[in-house]
């Protein structure tokens, strides 16, 4: 992507994410559904008490409903439990948050048994999680119904070690543009990335029996310390290595990946492949990603949506409504 000015390019940003949640989903959807109660409040004084306890609910918040979304869209499939359920793919062993979104569940049902989705939580609360950590407050439509079927075997997630060819690839599946994706990756400001996804950027990368070229070599030194050769274990890292904002909603994620020290292989492509680096020079030196993420998640959140009379509103996240 070649842009002329940043002027021009803030307007195909704009133009990317531009494109409406279906029309089924609407703000304020829960208005008045609810008896006297308001189902954001709730949501939101839930997902707060949380953040106050432990601020990196955020990334995992994130984090679950990206991997929900993904595999058959925003219905909340993810949340299920079952032996062969998406809860048990290898890409989502280590998601969290479940315990949140329950509690958040509990709550609503008690003040209006069998109205708000389980999708729609984990949206909400995504949200909530999002602002709470230095991130711009933003509206989310409702709406969302929850899915029946949950397989493991259903998951096909973007690879940490994916090429930027292939990640596009993978976002335009749910028509989400290379913009959106670069966005999206955005999350990575927050949160953390284990051994195994980076490990082998570190020792023998691509049969070269040296570290990945395109790492800073302190940062290389610093990782494997974390993550020692042939030696069997899962530490992690802050994916933000800047210690002052690894929990903080901002651009520091591009500046990072611009000096090189992206930990994860998709994330330091982006700083390096002409079909995306020109955009991560843009957020980099921009003020306005918060507003940009705030767009994407909700175009994320509108992937192949179960509205209307589609699904259930199950009454417990976990388990699917019996007959």
């Not at 909530?128 to 509206?139: F, S």
């Not at 292939?166 to 290379?178: E, G, M, R, V, Y």
């Not at 492509?269 to 994407?296: C, E």
């Not at 589609?310 to 388990?319: F, L, N, V």
């Given at each position: ?70 595999v058959h869209g ?92 292939q990640s596009i ?155």
């Amino acid at each position: 992507m070649k842009v002329s000015s940043v002027g021009t390019l803030t307007i195909l940003v704009l133009l990317s994410l531009a494109m409406s949640c279906q029309a089924q989903l609407k703000y304020g959807f829960y208005r008045g559904k609810c008896g006297f109660n308001d189902v954001e409040i709730i949501i939101r004084r839930i997902v707060a008490a949380r953040f106050a306890k432990d601020p990196t609910i955020t990334p995992a918040l994130i984090r679950m409903q990206f991997h929900d979304c993904f595999v058959h869209g925003c219905d909340a499939s993810l949340l299920l439990d079952g032996d062969s359920s998406e809860k048990m793919a290898i890409p989502n062993l280590t998601v969290r948050g479940y315990d949140l979104i329950d509690e958040v569940k509990d709550a609503l049902e008690k003040a209006c048994p069998g109205v708000v989705s389980c999708a729609d939580i984990i949206v909400a609360a995504t949200r909530d999680a999002i602002a709470l950590a230095g991130g711009w407050p933003y509206a989310v439509q409702m709406g969302r119904r929850d899915g029946r079927v949950s397989l493991a075997s259903n998951v096909d997630l973007p690879a940490p070690f994916f090429s930027v060819a292939q990640s596009i690839a993978a976002f335009q599946k749910k028509n989400l543009t290379t913009t959106d994706m670069v966005i999206l990756l955005g999350g990575h400001t927050v949160g953390i990335a284990h051994c195994a996804n980076f490990v082998n950027r570190l020792y023998n990368f691509n049969g070269t029996n040296d570290a990945d070229k395109t790492m800073d070599p302190n940062l290389v030194t610093k990782l494997r310390t974390i993550c020692p050769q042939n030696v069997i274990v899962n530490n992690f890292t802050s994916l933000d290595q800047n210690k002052y904002s690894s929990n903080i909603i901002d651009n520091s994620f591009y500046k990072q990946i611009i000096a090189k020290k992206g930990i994860l292989q998709i994330d330091q492509s982006l700083a390096l492949d002409s079909a995306t680096k020109n955009m991560v020079t843009y957020l980099a030196n921009g003020f306005n990603f918060q507003f940009l993420f705030n767009n994407a998640m909700v175009k994320m959140g509108a992937i192949e949506v179960l509205t209307g009379t589609q699904g259930d509103i199950r009454k417990s996240c976990r388990a699917i409504n019996l007959p």
